[in-house]
């Protein structure tokens, strides 16, 4: 919905689970850089903050209704389970993009600089579709998610997936690459993952990323793992290749075994075999249940992806 002088419609899409203790924070912070934004003509009237409940079990949603029923530019989608942080993300885009020019994903705890938009907005008003934010340190984070997460971006990088090194889900798209994006039928999502392989002009930003404004982190140990997993196994077949070049090599390491039990059994050595026997047994053994986990978990994802189940179940809106 571009107006006559070309400023675009702004959706700024947040995912929320159980944020009531930011979220006015976060309300505030967007009041006041809309205010500016639309007083420097860089976003038009009708630009909206679109927050996602991710099926809250305290306030957050009464909490949206209320700002929104002062304040139309602040909308709600609330959704009726907690399907995590990329399912959420992706719902917001979905219903989001359809009255906007340009969407901008951000985190509901302020660790964003909402400041950097502003940059955001020039590099798509230059013609890029995609503008990634990238954190310029990890000063921030505790040295445990600083070398995890780095970790994890090398390893990813290594197995040939596409990402932006640094870059978590604070971006700009445009509302066409948004379409592309939805056409993506994939339930193991990894967003990070696919919006690279959308192929759009693309930049880069770098900012600052700060501290947690308040209330916890909502992505314990468990949900980064699982999300670090997903990325893997939804975009690289390169553990099953591993795999079987392990068991070429296996081959070749059991035939010189063989070849030694042999030459023992001959020089009548063959009370001595037990160890190696038993090596042999528990390393085969579990190689074999390590394969047989890999592909199953490749299975799994077969599993879940032919059920074409919804991603979410929208249980209210308010726009
Ligand atoms: N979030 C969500 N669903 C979840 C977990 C998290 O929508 O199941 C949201 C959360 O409200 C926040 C964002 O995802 O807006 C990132 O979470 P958080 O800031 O807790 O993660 P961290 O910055 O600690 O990695
Ligand atoms: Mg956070």
């Known amino acids: 919905m571009t107006t006559k002088d070309n400023t675009p419609t702004l959706g700024v899409i947040i995912p929320c ?23 420097k003509k860089l976003i038009a009237k009708d630009s909206f903050v679109l927050f996602v409940d991710d099926g809250s079990s305290d306030d957050t949603w009464e909490q949206i209704e209320r700002v929104h029923a002062q304040d139309s530019r602040f909308r709600g989608l609330k959704l009726a389970h907690n399907v995590g942080h990329q399912n959420a993300l992706f719902a917001g885009l979905v219903e989001g993009h359809t009255v906007a020019d340009c969407v901008v994903s951000m985190d509901a705890d302020l660790q964003d600089d909402v400041s950097v938009i502003e940059q955001f907005l020039a590099r798509f008003a230059e013609g890029n579709d995609i503008v990634y934010g990238v954190r310029e340190d990890r000063q921030s984070d505790s040295w445990f998610k600083r070398t995890t997460a780095q970790g994890f971006y090398r390893f990813i990088d290594w197995l040939g997936v596409e990402t932006v090194y640094n870059h978590a889900d604070y971006r700009l798209m445009s509302k066409r690459a948004v379409e592309t994006l939805c056409a993506h039928p994939e339930r193991n999502l990894f967003l990070r ?5 959308l192929g759009f ?5 770098t900012y600052t990323r ?10 314990p140990l468990r949900k980064m793992i699982a999300l670090a997993w997903d990325g893997v196994t939804s975009f690289s077949v390169r553990p099953i290749k591993l795999l079987f070049l392990l068991s070429l090599f296996m081959l070749i390491v059991s035939v010189g075994f063989v070849g030694y039990a042999l030459y023992q059994r001959y020089e009548g ?12 047994i528990w390393f085969i053994g579990g190689l074999q249940l390590f394969g047989i986990g890999l592909i199953g978990e490749y299975i799994g994802k077969i599993y879940q992806e032919v059920k074409r189940r919804p991603r979410y179940v929208v249980e209210k809106i308010r726009e």
């Open 210 to 219: 700060h501290e947690r404004q308040a209330g916890e982190s909502k992505y």
């Open 269 to 280: 050595e063959t009370m001595d075999g037990w160890t190696s026997l038993m090596m042999s």
């Open 193 to 197: 993952g696919i919006v690279p392989s």
């Open 201 to 205: 002009q693309a930049t880069e930003v």
């Open 17 to 39: 689970y159980n944020e009531k203790d930011v979220l006015q924070l976060t309300i505030e912070a967007l009041c006041r850089f809309f205010e500016e934004w639309q007083a």
